[in-house]
């Protein structure tokens, strides 16, 4: 049994490892996502919902510099699409961006006319708090169509050791 415990805890240890790394991650998934989208579908804003941004992270862009950039802008400039008042402009095609503290970051395109359009992208970076763990709740009874099963005493004994391993994850203590 202590071998059983020690290869969970080295399990656990090593899925918070995978996700307390920086990650370099391309914007929209691939190198030609930088551009005016096809439809509300295409949007990057589409693609960064699904996604999880996390302290530490790096976006980045591949984009041909003669023809785009990336800026930087606060709230206002991004529903405006106002590229006047960057708060970091980039144009060299193969834009790297650390994601260095929580909440949102703003990005438009810096070709006239392109923002307009929906070349632009809202990534929300996520506090240490509120890290993705990447388990999910667990379902609510009503949605839960298996047959009742009564605890067994190492039913219980396992449940109770899992909650508490899932509760020191959570709460970052392990």
Same mark, same amino acid.
């Given at each position: 049994?202590a %071998?059983?415990?020690?290869?969970?805890?080295?399990f656990? &240890?090593l =899925?918070? !490892?995978?996700?307390?790394e920086?990650?370099e $991650?391309m914007?929209g998934g691939?190198?030609?996502?930088?551009?005016?989208?096809?439809s509300?579908? #295409?949007? !990057?804003?589409?693609?960064?919902?699904?996604?999880?941004? !996390?302290? %530490?992270?790096?976006? @980045?862009w591949k984009y041909d510099s003669g023809k785009d950039? @990336?800026l930087?802008?606060?709230k206002e400039?991004?529903?405006?699409?106002?590229t006047?008042?960057p708060?970091?402009?980039? +144009? #060299? %095609?193969?834009t790297? @961006?650390? &994601?260095?503290?929580?909440g949102p970051?703003y990005?438009i395109s %810096?070709s006239?006319?392109?923002?307009?359009?929906?070349? +632009? &992208?809202?990534?929300?970076v996520?506090? *240490?708090?509120?890290?993705?763990?990447? $388990?999910?709740?667990? *379902?609510? /009874?009503?949605?839960?169509?298996g /047959?009742?099963v009564a605890?067994?005493?190492?039913?219980?004994?396992l449940q109770?050791?899992?909650?508490v391993?899932?509760g020191?994850?959570? !709460?970052g203590? =392990?």
């Open positions: 049994m %071998g059983y415990s020690r290869a969970i805890s080295a656990v &240890l =899925f918070v !490892l995978s996700y307390s920086a990650r $991650i914007v691939k190198t030609d996502a930088w551009k005016i989208p096809s509300q579908s #295409d949007s !990057l804003n589409q693609w960064a919902e699904g996604s999880r941004f !996390l302290i %530490g992270d790096s976006l @980045v950039s @990336v930087q802008v606060n400039n991004y529903v405006s699409c106002n006047s008042n708060i970091e402009e980039y +144009k #060299d %095609g193969n790297k @961006v650390k &994601l260095d503290r929580s970051f990005f %810096g006239k006319g392109h923002c307009e359009k929906g070349q +632009k &992208l809202v990534v929300v996520l506090s *240490p708090r509120h890290r993705y763990t990447g $388990i999910s709740p667990a *379902p609510s /009874p009503v949605e839960f169509d /047959p009742a605890p067994t005493s190492s039913a219980t004994k109770s050791g899992l909650m391993a899932l020191i994850f959570a !709460l203590l =392990f």
